[in-house]
């Protein structure tokens, strides 16, 4: 036998050992997502919520890592709003908290330096969505007369898929 196909054997050999392993054979972690038939009725609650009470909103969901899912501007929205509210979601998402926490944050200690991370916004509006203790997405609503009424709508929209965030 040659010491070529002798080093090859041995190599693949070592490759067959590895893959059959239980190492090799680990599953990988199962991860909840939100899909987009729920972040659609997400967004359309909120944006909903709003409209009912007179005001002319932007709402974005974001998913797990971030990324728009659903953008919608409303009629009458200011131009400013669809951009405010992806930030408003994305700073949720990030922190895993509502965005007025983070807001607060800043107020109580401005050297945190957290405005300054792209993307992030520090203004009330976004709710995290969570399906039990994970954070699959985010919720977040501009153009109220107020974030605590943007939050509001937000959380108006999570209320209506709340029983498959369980």
Avoid: W
Wanted: hydrophobic residues 45%.
């Amino acid at each position: 036998m040659s010491k070529f196909f002798a080093r090859n054997l041995a190599l693949l050999s070592l490759g067959v050992a590895f893959i059959a392993s239980p190492a090799a054979r680990a599953e990988l972690p199962a991860h909840k997502f939100l899909p987009l038939t729920a972040a659609l009725a997400v967004a359309q609650g909120a944006h909903d919520a709003c409209v009912a009470q007179g005001y002319r909103v932007s709402v974005t969901i974001v998913g797990a890592e971030g990324q728009a899912l659903v953008s919608l501007r409303g009629d009458g929205a200011s131009p400013h709003t669809l951009e405010n509210s992806q930030r408003k979601a994305y700073t949720s998402r990030t922190f895993r908290a509502p965005s007025g926490d983070i807001a607060q944050r800043v107020k109580d200690n401005p050297s945190l330096g957290l405005v300054h991370l792209s993307g992030v916004i520090a203004i009330a509006g976004a709710l995290p969505i969570k399906a039990g203790e994970e954070t699959i997405g985010a919720v977040g609503v501009s153009g109220a007369p107020g974030g605590d009424k943007d939050e509001a709508c937000a959380k108006a929209g999570i209320d209506k898929i709340a029983d498959q965030l369980k």
